[in-house]
């Protein structure tokens, strides 16, 4: 007998004051945490970067990026297709940024030279793909086998789904924000405005099978003062570069949070840039979730606001990691 959910997802908090939560410091071992990121960097992208979410690729403009060191500039043709080429002009070098899109094609603003997506000598355009929450491009590098199609954990069905696109760029390595997210026991203690009663029921052995490579966690979202959804969601590695946080139990199961880590390029300082591309999908299969898809143009900034203020702590965990691995 399937258990009857309750019309009022909130629950009243009872939480303790920050400093009477029970530590988690002995279960976070090092050597877990360690060994679950050396599983996801193991995990082959095929050469697949996300450079930024669907909607700020837009049709009329160009999107200019750096993707792993490479100036990169994506637009969409007159069909909505999505294309990205080498960043830089190949008659004399200007960047195509803010080159305008004419008829489904870059022209150059220096010169006037039109790009299209068939290329031209000495200026290719590079696998591009779009799965309508995220745009993606592939470069192919030496010792990676390349892939048709980036790598996607769970989803749930767009029809039913309001996506937001939030990021967050940090002095940092991919590998340190995902580190990040493979440290679940934080969360409470770092992040107290957000999560309560956090509790990790099983975090996978350093020699645990692929099918098993998961964290899975109990929390309660807060929603203000008093108030909290309690959920459990599953955390797991997708690829080198991604995390996926899926709600499996509780009030909007279905719905997933990604976070993608794409390598920009040293910053003035030296240091190297990680850009956190984090795409939030919410879902829930009540009746009245239809209103929220007809307001997701107003909800997703909202959506992103909480997602940024999340990172706004988690990118310092992110930097201070790079910075103890960079000084020993």
């Keep these: 007998m399937t258990e009857r959910r309750p019309l009022n ?3 009243l908090l ?21 060994a679950a990121l050396g599983r996801a960097q193991a995990r082959s992208a095929g050469g697949w970067y996300v450079l930024a979410g669907s909607r700020e690729v837009r049709p009329g403009r160009a999107f200019g990026c ?14 909505g297709a999505l294309h990205v080429g080498p960043g830089a002009c190949p008659h004399l070098g200007a960047a195509l940024c803010d080159a305008p899109v004419h008829r489904g094609q870059l022209v150059c603003r220096w010169h006037g030279l039109a790009l299209g997506a068939e290329g031209r000598p000495g200026w290719r355009t590079l696998p591009a793909h779009d799965d309508g929450v995220l745009a993606w491009v592939r470069l192919d590098e030496p010792g ?34 995902i580190a990040n997210r493979l440290d679940p026991w934080h969360g409470a203690w770092f992040h107290p405005y957000s999560f309560t009663a956090l509790r990790v029921l099983s975090a996978p052995p350093p020699d ?26 599953e955390f797991s590695c997708p690829d080198a570069r991604t995390i996926t946080m899926e709600i499996v139990d509780g009030e909007g199961s279905g719905s997933v949070v990604e976070t993608h880590a794409t390598p920009l390029r040293p910053g003035p300082d030296g240091l190297p840039r990680t850009a956190v591309i984090e795409a939030v999908v919410a879902h829930s299969d009540r009746p009245g979730f239809v209103h929220a898809r007809r307001v997701a143009a107003a909800l997703r900034p909202l959506m ?25």
């Design 304 to 328: 992103g606001v909480a997602a940024r203020r999340l990172w706004r702590d988690d990118i310092a965990y992110a930097e201070r990691r790079y910075a103890l691995r960079a000084r020993a």
């Design 144 to 177: 990676v086998e390349p892939s048709g199609a980036p790598v996607l954990g769970p989803r749930p069905p767009a029809d039913r789904s309001v996506p937001a696109v939030a990021t967050v760029i940090g002095r940092c390595e991919p590998e340190d924000v």
């Design 66 to 79: 750096v993707v792993a060191g490479r100036e990169l500039v994506a637009w969409r043709d007159d069909a």
């Design 9 to 11: 997802p909130l629950r």
């Design 14 to 34: 009872q939480r303790p004051r920050w400093a009477d939560q029970v530590p988690t410091w002995a279960d976070a071992k090092p050597g877990l945490i360690r």
């Design 208 to 233: 645990c099978p692929p099918a098993e490579d998961r964290f899975l966690v109990e929390v309660t979202f807060t929603v203000g003062r008093r108030l909290g959804v309690p959920v459990r969601a």
